[in-house]
């Protein structure tokens, strides 16, 4: 090869190497321990190229254990950029203020005690008294700590020897218990066949954070992209050795492992670890306050710490980050007292000024993010319209202007920060108008612009035919397309929908769309650096998720703040006019109603008076009748002396009485009684006290039946007694009864105040199936006369 061309290649190479090392920002970390599997993540971003992509060259500091106390005070110093702490990491940040941690990897610290199973030390009641081989820093986490204190054990109890960080010390009885990670010494003692007790504190409840990656504030402050950066890429690491551990495992075994550990050892760990880096989370490195909050007041319970930590600068929140300010920065703004801003007082729904001066709109809502990380004010100064607040950042009576495009005129007198709101162009015609997809086609037409608009000259470069018209503001703009004395006006497509449906609904509409979009800074005066860094760095930590979140939010308030009164009493009057109408009618009805309810009442009163006479009416109808019958029943079937039923009623009735004996097979009798020798009662005392005694005896049978019985006077002294349900013999015992109590019970005339003694004769008979009354009469009378014919006063059957 020429002598000229190797010389080309040389110099090609070295420049090549170092203007890319000059590209990439050099970072320095430093690990707790020596290299193994428990910082993989980190040696993976490097031999992958992730912190390469992410514009990084990161140097791996070689851990020493001496070095090991002084690590916090390097990061902090800025001797180095980033370390991994252990879980007391917390303690070291009440003493170094400037410590912030960016994740942290394990969820619960892997730190633990062992004991063999052959000490016999199998609980915390056997550890008084006994020797515990632990490092100075292991003996500083909380988590070993909190866990002997929960068990009663106090670190005096036990007799501490320096780690000689050898297993073999614990199998060999030189130390009782030692401390150790769960991700490694397990694994040595297994291989050993040794076996042991573990005493983890996540057991007792106390899961702390380990292995946190942390940096300063100095460099978060100086150098935010490169935090975020080296957070990022380290996390994507992570990531990749869990994801892949054998190939992992095969690089640190070429490249990282000055400690000589096997295969099988680090796949050991490297799967202890990976449930530590995933416990109760699918997503690495997450950190959650509370969770720290616990820890440091674990802390202060064990009396350790007294001081205080300020969390929201603890804990670096890429998405919503604390911002932090170089010592220059800091002594800047201190002197600076306040920043003046000037905005665009006209021009809602981004932003304005409401009737009491005070700044509203969407853009006010990261005034207030800014002004949260500010130690000094940021103050709107009031101007009458966009042309003044120009102005008055020309002149430096505003340090900056807000929501401001990059014009190169403007950058005369004002530097920008990055854009952190973008909104499309939009172009409004009256309703009627067709949609203008070209807008080279609105050549020669009168198109309105807000006065001061960089959109102005974006205009007129683009589309030199189109008349470019000055206007106030973006209402008078649509106020003069909507009388016909423009085609058009063009605005951000926020500001004009917000006019739109305000004012011009059914007038005006969007009619287009430019492509280039309007993106907006705030511009800064250009005569003063750090001011402009600041801004930068506020602007800066606005995620793209923040700024979603305020564009929703104000979008849905910004109609609230400008009230439609009109509407509102429009609607109000209409209600109200719909209310009486109802009322009205309501009223109209209501007396109908009422009237109607009273001719009702009224009818119904006097149907039911008609009804309740008619009611009456008939009662006494039917009870005339039901009497009427009564009587005639009386006449019909009574003895107008006696009262007993009579022959014709016994004829009658005598026929159910029949039926039914015959119907149930029931027995029937019946008695024929004549008063004996009645001619000459009634010829001794008279006829009067004859019917008396008549009657004396129909009152003495009457008392003695039964009320199924029937009894008639079948004629002048001769009584019938139908007896249901009584045979022959039954019957003849009832007749003998009613013979007694006539002849005991002798009637006493008042009129001639003396006992008559009255007999009576009784023939008795049985039914028989289809006998006919006068069979059976017959039949009874034969009974009678046979009764008469044995001397009277006796009861004879057949
Ligand atoms: N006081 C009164 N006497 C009546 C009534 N009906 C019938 N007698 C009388 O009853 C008597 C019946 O007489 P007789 O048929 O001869 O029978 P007896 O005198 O009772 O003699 P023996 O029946 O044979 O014991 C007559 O004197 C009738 O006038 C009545 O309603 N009132």
Redesign the pocket.
């Known amino acids: 090869m020429p002598r000229n061309i190797k010389i080309f290649i040389f110099f090609f190479i070295l420049f090549s190497h170092f203007s890319t090392a000059e590209e990439l920002k050099q970072i320095t970390l430093k690990t707790s321990w020596f290299q193994q599997f428990q910082f993989a993540g980190y040696y993976i971003a490097k031999e992958k190229g992730f912190y390469q992509q992410a514009g990084l060259n990161v140097t791996i500091e070689p851990f020493t254990i001496k070095s090991q106390s002084q690590t916090v005070q390097q990061v902090v110093s800025g001797q180095i950029d980033f370390a991994v702490g252990k879980e007391d990491l917390i303690l070291d940040k009440s003493k170094h203020k400037q410590i912030v941690v960016l994740y942290a990897l394990f969820q619960s610290s892997p730190l633990t005690l062992l004991t063999t199973k052959s000490s016999n030390i199998d609980t915390f009641a056997d550890f008084p008294g006994k020797r515990i081989m632990t490092s100075a820093a292991d003996a500083k986490q909380v988590s070993i700590k909190a866990m002997l204190n929960a068990n009663h054990i106090r670190l005096s109890d036990l007799k501490q020897t320096p780690h000689s960080h050898n297993i073999e010390d614990l199998i060999n009885g030189k130390t009782d218990i030692i401390s150790a990670y769960i991700s490694k010494s397990p694994y040595q003692l297994q291989k050993r066949g040794v076996d042991f007790n573990t005493f983890s504190p996540q057991y007792d409840g106390f899961d702390l954070y380990s292995d946190y990656l942390y940096t300063s504030e100095h460099f978060i402050a100086k150098d935010v992209k490169s935090t975020k950066s080296f957070k990022k890429a380290s996390l994507k690491g992570w990531e990749y050795a869990f994801a892949h551990i054998d190939e992992t495992v095969e690089i640190l075994l070429e490249k990282y492992n000055e400690q000589n550990l096997t295969k099988e050892e680090l796949i050991f760990e490297a799967v202890a670890l990976k449930k530590l880096a995933y416990l109760n989370t699918p997503k690495i490195g997450v950190i959650n306050k509370t969770k720290i909050q616990k820890s440091f007041d674990l802390y202060r319970v064990l009396g350790i710490n007294e001081g205080t930590i300020d969390y929201e600068k603890f804990i670096y929140d890429t998405e919503n980050p604390h911002i932090f300010f170089t010592a220059a920065e800091q002594k800047y703004l201190k002197n600076k007292q306040k920043i003046t801003i000037c905005i665009d007082p006209n021009w809602l729904p981004y932003e304005g000024l409401d009737s009491n001066g005070q700044h509203i709109g969407t853009n006010k809502a990261f005034f207030d993010i800014f002004r949260k990380q500010l130690p000094i004010p940021l103050e709107v100064i009031p101007t009458e319209n966009w042309l003044e607040s120009i102005e008055f950042a020309k002149q430096r009576k505003c340090d900056l202007l807000s929501l401001a495009a990059a014009t190169e005129e403007r950058k005369s007198y004002l530097s920008f920060t990055p854009p952190y709101l973008v909104f499309p162009r939009v172009l409004v015609t009256k309703y009627h108008l067709p949609f203008v997809n070209n807008f080279s086609l609105l050549a020669n037409k009168r198109i309105g612009m807000v006065k001061g608009y960089a959109q102005q000259s974006l205009v007129r470069e683009n589309y030199p035919n189109i008349i470019v018209v000055d206007v106030d503001n973006v209402k008078n703009g649509l106020k003069r397309v909507a009388s016909g004395e423009l085609y058009g006006f063009i605005d951000g497509l926020e500001a004009v929908s917000y006019f739109l449906k305000e004012d011009f609904l059914g007038q005006l509409k969007v009619s287009g769309k430019f492509d280039q979009k309007r993106e907006l800074s705030i511009g800064v005066r250009n005569d003063d650096p750090t001011l402009q860094t600041i801004m930068n760095k506020l602007v800066n930590s606005l995620s793209q998720e923040t700024i979603a979140s305020v564009m929703d939010t104000s979008n849905s308030i910004k109609y609230i703040e400008k009230f439609n009164y009109h509407l509102l009493w429009w609607s109000l009057f209409i209600v109200i006019v719909i209310i009486a109408c109802f009322l009205y009618r309501q009223n109209i009805l209501n007396k109908l109603n009422k009237r109607l309810s009273t001719q009702i009442e009224e009818k119904t009163k006097a149907l039911q008076e008609l009804n309740e006479s008619l009611e009456s009416k008939i009662k006494e109808r039917t009870k005339k009748i039901e009497h009427s019958k009564d009587l005639l029943r009386d006449v019909a079937y009574k003895d107008n ?1 006696t009262n007993t039923f009579n022959r014709h009623y016994l004829i009658e009735q005598s026929q159910l009485f029949f039926k039914t004996a015959d119907e149930l097979n029931e027995p029937l009798s019946m008695l024929l009684i ?10 001794d005392f ?6 008396k ?2 009657k004396y005896f129909v009152k003495i049978i009457q008392e003695a039946l039964r009320v199924d019985d029937l009894f008639a006077r079948y004629g ?2 001769e009584f019938v007694i139908l007896l249901p349900k009584a045979g022959l013999e039954e019957s003849t015992i009832v007749a003998e009864k009613l013979r007694k109590k006539i002849e005991q019970q002798p009637y006493l005339s008042p009129r001639l105040n003396c006992y008559i003694n009255v007999t009576i ?1 009784i023939g008795v008979s049985e039914y028989e199936q289809s006998d006919s009354l006068e069979k059976l009469i017959e039949k009874t009378d034969i009974a009678l006369y046979q009764a ?1 014919d044995n001397g ?1 006063n006796q009861v004879q059957s057949i």
């Not at 004549?674 to 010829?683: A, L, R």
């Open positions: 002396l004549d008063i004996d020798y009645f001619k000459k009662v009634n010829d008279g006829h009067i006290t004859g019917d005694i008549l002048g002294e004769s008469k009277r």
